[in-house]
């Protein structure tokens, strides 16, 4: 079971990239996939998540109609599309995934995943 997350790398202010989370292993469609930031200096952050069952997606404040969460199932993807790119933007992301159910807000804890990708750095700035 592993995740790969990718797509990471240097964008001006205002500028989009899109991060790839692939598993191999085990279908995504059957697992809640989180992506979460860390700066340097600061605690992991929650980004967003999609559950497994209904495919709901949630949004931190900091990028709620920024970025959009979406999963290819034919492709074992889920995708992070992040428009309008800040310097605060800036961390290294990481994906995570959790197959058993739990209720939907434990899904912005970091400690409710059971895999997690190696990170892929993003950073914003002119």
């Known amino acids: 079971v592993q995740l790969q997350a990718s797509g990471g790398g240097l964008v001006q202010p205002g500028g989009s990239l899109r991060l790839s989370c692939a598993a191999s292993?085990?279908?995504?469609?059957?697992?809640?996939i989180g992506w979460f930031r860390q700066a340097p200096g600061k605690e992991r952050e929650w980004v967003s998540y999609?559950?497994?069952?209904?495919?709901?997606?949630k949004y931190a404040d900091s990028v709620k109609g920024r970025f959009t969460i979406s999963r290819d199932n034919a492709k074992n993807i889920v995708y992070l599309q992040m428009n309008s790119l800040k310097p605060e933007d800036t961390a290294v992301y990481y994906c995570?995934?959790?197959?058993?159910?739990?209720?939907?807000?434990?899904?912005?804890?970091?400690?409710?995943?059971?895999?997690w990708g190696q990170g892929t750095q993003v950073t914003v700035s002119s």
């Open positions: 999609i559950s497994s069952s209904d495919g709901i997606k």
């Open positions: 995570a995934a959790r197959r058993s159910a739990v209720v939907l807000s434990a899904l912005r804890n970091f400690r409710s995943y059971d895999y």
């Open positions: 292993g085990f279908p995504l469609d059957y697992y809640a």
